[in-house]
């Protein structure tokens, strides 16, 4: 329990911090945005308003009157406090009580050489030579502070910006911490064995998908654990019905006599050969199932061949006729269907299937219909058609779910253990095919099949 608080605090301690680290960011670029975008290019133009000023104080220097009244209005508008000296440091003119001092004999002599003596930081102090050009006669000494903040406000405005921080960052972090704390527990939920916990979350940010994204898996997980239960209970419910035809036969031979005992082993074979064909079934989905989902290499892989069409038509509807001889049967192939790179056995029990589906769900006077096309662009197509009783339209959906019936009232003789078309449809997504299924009750059923044709035959057809 209290590995489970901290985590919390801890992100809303980690927010708090990225806070403060935002907070001195923002402090070091107004530091560095007053130092190099406002006081630099102040000195500047402090200086080039300087140099102007100082020629215009030059040509005044003989009227004293004049002379006072443009220094006073430097002070006026630009701030500015001026004293002129000449170069022995006599005071010619200040509109400030307190005049600057004067320079120094090294510092005149450098101020000819240079033209000027700039000194910061504020308050700004420019020496300029008087005149401009030539031998220096005087000098003005220029102070300008350049406005700021009231040093006294400084403090409240830092402790205000922490307060507003601090808020700000717990609120955020509250916004947080709450969906992942809950995305934490529906996660314990699920894993404890409670497939009902969902997130509940709807946000339409990041956390939002991601709860978004949580319960469609947990959907996903709970009907995959669901259909294995079923999938459990159906193939012992399928398996008890023949293995109790089997018992009830031998014990009725055991009690008969020679010639009872002999016919009881024809329905024994029968009741095997269900058992074997059930079991088949239910191993070859699975592991077609475990090969589409990339289980690894423990699942044994197609054994593809490349293998004629029209041998996988004949052999299929030799089959169907031996089985039912007094079923009709129509083939349709077209003359130049291409060659398919498959696992032959796999197909031919998809058609198998298919055509005994066809022949189970329709009336013995009505024709199943078998035909094969070429499908465009690179596609081959399996198509089996009856003219029988049809699929309910609530009932589409099911169809291919492991032992799903459609017609719940017929016998397991007639209406099979509902493998056969969910071992298809398997087998078809295992070769990269695809299987669409058309049906109206009272009409028929109609399913095709299609799949690649080989890489050969896609460039020769080109």
């Not at 009244?69 to 010619?92: P, W």
């Not at 205000?160 to 809950?182: D, N």
Request: charged share 25%; glycine share 6%; net charge neutral.
């Amino acid at each position: 329990m209290s590995r489970r608080s901290r985590t919390p605090g801890r992100l809303l301690l980690r927010i708090y911090l990225v806070g403060l680290a935002q907070l001195v960011l923002v402090s070091v670029t107004l530091y560095l945005a007053r130092s190099f975008v406002v006081e630099k290019p102040l000195r500047h133009g402090f200086a080039r308003n300087a140099i102007y000023n100082a020629r215009e104080w030059y040509e005044l220097k003989d009227d004293p009157v004049a002379l006072q009244a443009s220094l006073d209005r430097a002070a006026r508008l630009l701030d500015a406090r001026v004293t002129l000296r000449d170069v022995s440091g006599r005071l010619i003119a200040t509109n400030t009580a307190t005049p600057a001092p004067p320079l120094s004999d090294s510092e005149v002599a450098h101020l000819s050489e240079q033209g000027q003596r700039f000194s910061g930081p504020p308050p700004h102090s420019l020496s300029l030579p008087m005149p401009e050009n030539g031998p220096v006669e005087a000098y003005a000494t220029i102070v300008m502070r350049p406005p700021g903040p009231p040093p006294e406000n400084t403090s409240l405005v830092v402790i205000a910006v922490l307060v507003c921080t601090a808020i700000t960052s717990l609120a955020f972090a509250r916004t947080l911490g709450s969906p992942l704390q809950r995305l934490a527990e529906v996660a314990r939920e699920l894993g404890s064995g409670k497939l009902d916990a969902r997130t509940g979350i709807r946000r339409r940010d990041e956390l939002g998908q991601v709860a978004e994204a949580f319960d469609e898996m947990a959907g996903r997980i709970t009907h995959l654990l669901r259909s294995q239960k079923e999938l459990l209970a159906n193939v012992s419910h399928e398996l008890r019905t023949p293995l109790a035809r089997i018992r009830v036969a031998l014990d009725v031979a055991e009690e008969g006599d020679a010639a009872t005992a002999r016919e009881m082993l024809g329905d024994i074979t029968g009741d095997l050969s269900e058992l074997e064909r059930l079991v088949e079934d239910v191993l070859t989905t699975a592991r077609l199932d475990l090969a589409t989902e990339g289980a690894g290499a423990a699942t044994p892989p197609l054994r593809v061949e490349r293998v004629s069409a029209h041998s996988l038509v004949d052999k299929a509807a030799a089959r169907f006729r031996t089985a039912r001889p007094g079923r009709a049967l129509e083939v349709d192939a077209s003359a130049d269907l291409p060659a398919l790179d498959v696992d032959p056995v796999m197909v031919r029990r998809v058609l198998d299937n298919l055509l005994d589906n066809a022949a189970k769900y329709s009336e013995p006077r009505t024709p199943v219909r078998l035909r094969a096309r070429v499908h465009p662009p690179s596609g081959l197509e399996f198509e089996v058609a009856d003219e029988g009783i049809g699929i309910d339209k609530e009932d589409l959906s099911r169809v291919g779910t492991p032992f799903f019936r459609t017609d719940r009232s017929r016998a397991r003789n007639s209406g099979g253990v509902g493998m056969g078309l969910a071992l298809a449809r398997r087998i078809v997504d295992a070769h990269g095919g695809t299987l669409a299924l058309d049906s109206q009750p009272g009409v028929g059923t109609s399913v095709r099949i299609v799949l690649p044709t080989a890489p050969s035959e896609v460039h020769a057809e080109r």
